[in-house]
């Protein structure tokens, strides 16, 4: 059979918009996930009346001072679908800097540890879920810090860029490690045991109400207020061209494919309208300074529908203080056969037939 060269146009393009749109999906959801952890702390709407709440409240102006951790690039070096992990860890990393009272440096998560080791249960470059990299990240005990092991936007299955030449397995060195000199003048790379890291407490996913989204809205702002930023699912197709100001836009669909940070709201002077500010991950060149303005309280591109938060457990203000090439942060050495060193095994020989001779004389 025979198609006309039109027929096989379109199904061309319906073939391309559909893998575009299967590229672009960037969430993914296991059968099996646990969306709540088992919780011991009070939610925040329970004792903060929505009445008691400001009209308009950031993470980025609290007194002048910054709680927020720095922005993101999810794009660089090349595509990885991993804003389910960027909108998660971020806001996890800026819970630690409000607890920390935004004093001293900076605490950033390794992204890249949690698509190293993570795939399994929290996601990759072709996909994730914001609880279900919290999930990995309680039940695993620990985040590095991103000095251990810097995000290169790759996972064991991601083929982009330069991808397949590098080593993203779930190891000591996919953890955490450090390189010492260049290869040629007698450096090499060493996986490190003793590493500054971060853990999650508690974690769990706002309940959303159709009927009342107002109510809704209490609880995501009350969470925001009391305890810092949380991770949000997005319609993300409508914001791709967005350039600044208040999003309004209605008629969209509500299913989500991309995962944000929320980290306050304000309102419009002259209408009064509120809006959420939400933080993206696609570099400081999109939006407002890497950040849009999005109306509340419509659940416009699905915003408000899967609200995840995480509280940390513990985190390290003090190292273990490893040497420069990490040698003494190693807590096991693998085994070397001595045999196979031809060199120091015939150097023993010699030296023990030397001293056998010399007694012998003596």
């Given at each position: 059979?025979?198609?006309s060269?039109?027929?096989?146009?379109?199904l061309?393009?319906t073939l391309i918009a559909?893998?575009?749109?299967?590229?672009y999906?960037?969430?993914?959801i296991?059968?099996?996930?646990?969306?709540n952890?088992e919780?011991?702390?009070?939610?925040?709407?329970?004792?903060?009346?929505?009445g008691?709440?400001?009209?308009?409240?950031s993470?980025?102006?609290?007194?002048?001072?910054?709680?927020?951790?720095?922005s993101?690039?999810?794009?660089?070096?090349?595509y990885?679908?991993s804003?389910?992990?960027?909108?998660?860890?971020?806001?996890?990393?800026?819970r630690?800097k409000?607890a920390?009272g935004?004093?001293g440096?900076d605490?950033n998560?390794s992204?890249?540890?949690?698509?190293?080791?993570?795939?399994e249960t929290?996601?990759?470059?072709?996909g994730g879920?914001h609880?279900?990299?919290?999930?990995?990240?309680?039940s695993?005990?620990?985040?590095?810090?991103?000095?251990?092991?810097?995000?290169?936007a790759?996972?064991?299955?991601?083929?982009?860029?330069?991808?397949?030449?590098?080593d993203?397995?779930c190891s000591?060195?996919?953890?955490?490690?450090?390189?010492d000199?260049?290869a040629?003048?007698?450096?090499a790379c060493?996986?490190?045991d003793y590493?500054?890291?971060?853990?999650v407490?508690e974690?769990?996913?706002i309940?959303?109400?159709?009927?009342?989204?107002?109510?809704?809205c209490?609880?995501?702002?009350?969470?925001?207020?009391?305890?810092?930023?949380?991770?949000?699912?997005?319609?993300a197709?409508p914001?791709v061209?967005?350039?600044?100001g208040v999003y309004?836009?209605?008629?969209?669909p509500?299913?989500?494919n991309?995962?944000?940070?929320i980290?306050?709201?304000?309102?419009?002077?002259?209408?009064?309208?509120?809006?959420?500010?939400?933080?993206?991950s696609?570099?400081?060149?999109?939006?407002?300074?890497?950040?849009m303005?999005l109306?509340m309280g419509?659940?416009?591109?699905?915003?408000?529908g899967?609200?995840a938060?995480?509280t940390?457990?513990?985190?390290?203000?003090?190292n273990f203080?490893c040497y420069?090439?990490?040698?003494?942060?190693?807590?096991?050495?693998?085994y070397l056969?001595?045999?196979?060193?031809?060199?120091?095994?015939?150097r023993r020989?010699?030296a023990?037939n030397?001293a056998?001779?010399?007694n012998?004389r003596?």
């Open positions: 059979m025979f198609l060269r039109a027929l096989l146009s379109t061309a393009a559909a893998s575009s749109a299967e590229r999906n960037e969430i993914k296991r059968d099996d996930a646990i969306h952890s919780l011991k702390s009070p939610l925040p709407h329970s004792y903060i009346e929505l008691s709440l400001p009209d308009s409240f993470w980025a102006d609290v007194d002048g001072s910054s709680y927020l951790t720095h993101l690039n999810q794009h660089v070096p090349q990885c679908g804003c389910w992990a960027h909108g998660s860890i971020s806001s996890l990393a800026d630690i409000i920390r935004a004093q440096d605490i998560l992204i890249q540890f949690v698509l190293n080791c993570g795939s929290a996601g990759s470059c072709h879920y609880t279900s990299t919290y999930e990995f990240i309680k695993t005990g620990y985040i590095p810090y991103d000095t251990c092991q810097p995000y290169i790759c996972s064991k299955e991601s083929t982009d860029g330069f991808c397949s030449h590098v993203t397995t000591a060195g996919g953890t955490c490690k450090t390189c000199t260049f040629g003048m007698g450096g060493t996986e490190i590493f500054p890291n971060a853990t407490a974690y769990g996913l309940d959303f109400d159709e009927d009342n989204i107002e109510g809704t209490h609880k995501i702002m009350a969470e925001i207020f009391a305890r810092g930023p949380v991770a949000a699912t997005i319609n197709e914001i061209k967005y350039a600044g309004t836009e209605t008629g969209h509500t299913e989500t991309h995962i944000v940070a980290v306050g709201w304000g309102a419009c002077p002259k209408t009064g309208k509120k809006y959420w500010i939400v933080r993206n696609w570099g400081q060149y999109w939006g407002e300074m890497g950040y303005r109306e419509k659940n416009l591109l699905g915003i408000e899967e609200i938060w995480a940390p457990g513990s985190f390290t203000v003090m203080p420069e090439n990490g040698e003494n942060c190693v807590k096991q050495q693998e056969d001595p045999s196979m060193d031809i060199v120091s095994m015939q020989l010699k023990h030397d056998e001779r010399k012998i003596g």
